[in-house]
């Protein structure tokens, strides 16, 4: 076990983390309304990056820590790269907070943030040792991490992050992780899933907090807004969602190339989300949209698991052919977007990123089939970073669509009528809309494995 030692990370620039306003301020016409919106409409002030850049460095760490203790344990030949990985979101981390306390106080962070990563290393390596005392040791170190953790968070906001209350979370984020991770072991797949999923919205919770003692304590800084609006609760629910099921499709397929026990429960992590898919979509646009939203999932699932296949095969024409079919699927699912959006958020931004969110997920499969998992580790990142732009994009246009429904101090119950002849819906239920579409693509592994074994 190496993690320790671990300091060649695999850079992802903090700029990456905060979503750009390409596809945001891409609406044009609409515009007028959007600035004439109050600052409760707005998913783009300082306090909503801030609190955006959080949620995707914390809820990355959360991800890339449970998946490095399963390649660790595995025995993996991607380990180094996996925990390589976990490090580089950790100096991502460092950065941000570096941005708001200085480099001093990133110094300090950074040392306490990374020795509980090490202690989690040591648990694993206790583990594949069946070490009781080994993992009793470090299970003892991670309690002294957490008040040591929690006080720095105290002092740093001035008291506006008790240390009591920090450490309970601390309490929950280490009990999720180990638990899953236990559970890894054991072969109940099912449950390490569920609890890494668990983790992962942990974490948005605390970036939440975190962002929102930060704003109170400088509000100079952030242009004296505020990260916990309607508006922005809907942009990092969208960017959670995004963002976990990018990291977790690729090590789905990750799974699938390696005929990992853990395949279908990996999936059916991905599978969580989708659900009520059909659903969402039939309760917004009436059944007969349900029905051509599943006519055309199913199809792009297809594709997908034609270049796995094809992949798998050496067949260099047939992968060729599933992209061009994803290529004309893109399309198909950019102009429903359009107008589902009508028009806020154009077909063609959302060709170009649906284009490169395609391109990331092959691009890191493609290379952990070779064996690059620099490559694949790199392209992973990229991905997970990307899906805050559809995030940032989307929320944007959903809320200049429908600006009255999020000048409040909660969440709204309902929304207006889409303009596509759907019914009235919650924002929650446009939410999954809006999330499935992106994400249905991504399931593709588990028609594979089904091919696989037929």
Known sequence: ??????????????????????????????STTASASSEA???????????????????????????????????????????GALLANADDLKAAVASVYGDEGAAQFD????????????????????????????????EEYKKTQAAFFDTATE??????????????????????????????????YALERESIKHMSMFAESLSIAITDQFPDKFENTSPDTPAIDLRAS??????????????????????????????????????????????????????QFEEIWKSHIGYFVDYVVATGEGNAEAQEKAKADLDAYIVEQAALLDAATEGRVPADALEEGLTAHVSQLIASFDSYVAGDYDAAYSSMREAYAHMTMPAAGLSAAI???????????????????????????????????????????????????????N
């Open 1 to 30: 076990m190496k993690l320790n030692k671990l300091l060649v990370a695999l850079p992802l620039t903090l700029s990456l983390l905060v979503p750009t306003a390409a596809l945001a301020d891409s609406h044009g016409s609409h």
């Open 41 to 83: 409409a707005n998913t783009a002030t300082p306090a909503a990056e801030l609190r955006i850049a959080l949620d995707t460095v914390l809820n990355e760490h959360a991800f890339l820590a449970v998946e490095a203790m399963r390649k660790g344990v595995d025995g993996a030949e991607d380990f180094d790269q996996a925990s």
């Open 111 to 142: 040392e306490i943030w990374k020795s509980h990563i090490g202690y989690f290393v040591d648990y694993v390596t206790a583990t594949a040792n069946d070490d009781q005392a080994g993992k009793d040791k470090a299970l003892a170190d991670l």
């Open 159 to 192: 008291g506006r992050l008790p240390a009591a209350a920090v450490q309970e979370g601390l309490d929950m984020h280490v009990d999720q992780l180990i638990k899953s991770f236990d559970a890894y072991v054991a072969g109940d797949f099912e449950t390490s």
């Open 238 to 291: 969208l960017n959670t969602t995004f963002t976990e099921h990018a990291g977790l499709a690729v090590m789905a397929m990750q799974d699938g190339a390696d005929g990992a026990e853990s395949f279908d429960q990996a999936s059916a992590a991905l599978l969580a989300n989708a659900d009520d898919l059909t659903a969402a979509v039939a309760s917004v646009y009436g059944e007969e949209a349900g029905v």
């Open 399 to 453: 809320v200049d669509q429908f600006p009255e429904q999020f000048k409040g101090t909660e969440m709204p119950s309902e929304m207006p009528k889409t303009g596509m002849g759907g019914t009235e819906t919650s924002s929650m239920e446009f939410m999954w809309l809006v999330g499935g579409l992106m994400l249905a693509g991504l399931l593709t592994t588990i028609g594979l494995r089904t091919r696989r074994q």
